[in-house]
Nanobody, 126 residues
Framework: QVQLVESGGGLVQPGGSLRLSCVVSGSGLRVYRMGWYRQAPGKERELVASETSGGSTNYADSVKGRFTISRDDAKNTVYLQMNSLKPEDTAVYYC????????????????????WGKGTLVTVSA
């Protein structure tokens, strides 16, 4: 079974930088769409950035030009480089892996499967 473990969160001042890491176990990175989501108190979880095994990336408008998603297949790790951080970026950040529609063992999943990490807290404050 796929397991995701995030790390790298913490307290940073506005304008600062932080890099989050997500270690993936159970499967290789290329078979999944990897993504980063975040959830602030009282807000719904939102997509921050994602990358397919083919290298196609997608970013939320609020982070374009500031955040970059990348991966290191040899280390089974996905990264989120966050620059020019703002107080509005404060949230719990979650790593996500998406298994596309298909069979997992003998079971068919028409909508695919999503795997989630426990999250890492990022606080941007002076």
């Amino acid at each position: 079974q796929v397991q995701l473990v995030e790390s790298g969160g913490g307290l940073v001042q506005p304008g600062g930088s932080l890099r989050l890491s997500c270690v993936v176990s159970g499967s290789g990175l290329r078979v999944y769409r990897m993504g980063w989501y975040r959830q602030a108190p009282g807000k719904e979880r939102e997509l921050v950035a994602s990358e397919t095994s083919g290298g196609s990336t997608n970013y939320a408008d609020s982070v374009k030009g500031r955040f970059t998603i990348s991966r290191d297949d040899a280390k089974n790790t996905v990264y989120l480089q966050m620059n020019s951080l703002k107080p509005e970026d404060t949230a719990v950040y979650y790593c996500n892996a998406h298994d596309p529609p298909g069979y997992s063992g003998r079971t068919y999943y028409p909508n695919g499967i999503n795997y989630w990490g426990k999250g890492t807290l990022v606080t941007v404050s002076a």
